[in-house]
């Protein structure tokens, strides 16, 4: 099991949340987790409204900090821009970020954060490449979504607002 996949360093976190004074402690928690659990695949549930962008740009500040890349795509080319405007992740449609990565315009390694946005609406023969890639070049991946897009992603705790983590 990966113990080690794009771990933000402590004061990374610190800084990320110095900057962010208005992080709930819901979010605090899903950054932390997210930023520390060093599994190759984390899991990002909650429901629109509960700011799960916001979230995601104290993790990019923390895995940048923590000289991570983070990339980002989401299924509808809408998507894309606002989660680059909502999180500062350089975003991009799946179907563009695949095609780049199998022309090398694009790449990932075990410097890369990937996140997938509406990650539960990816059909399967969109999502498996990606992940196989990431899995294959070491990247972490964090799937991203509201739980009515999630019918197809199981998660292990979804008992509360905000359901984090798989286990690989």
Known sequence: MDADR?????GALASAFDARPSVSPEQAHV??????SGRSV??????AGT???????????????TSYRVVGCA????????????SGIPSSPIAKLTLDLERDRQWLDRR???????????GTRALAPLLQTAVASGAKVVLVGDPKQL???????????WSVGIRS
């Not at 700011?51 to 900090?65: C, H, I, N, P, V």
């Not at 019918?151 to 607002?161: L, Q, Y």
């Open 6 to 10: 794009a771990v933000a360093s402590p």
């Open 112 to 122: 890369t954060v990937l996140v997938i946005d509406e990650a539960g609406m990816v």
């Open 151 to 161: 019918p197809e992603i199981k998660t292990e705790v979804c008992s509360h607002r």
């Open 42 to 47: 984390d899991v990002l549930v909650a429901a």
């Open 31 to 36: 950054v932390t987790e997210i930023c520390s």
């Open 51 to 65: 700011g799960k962008t916001f979230s995601l740009d104290a993790a990019q500040e923390a895995w940048q900090r």
């Open 75 to 86: 299924l509808a080319a809408s998507a894309a821009p606002e989660l680059q405007a909502g």
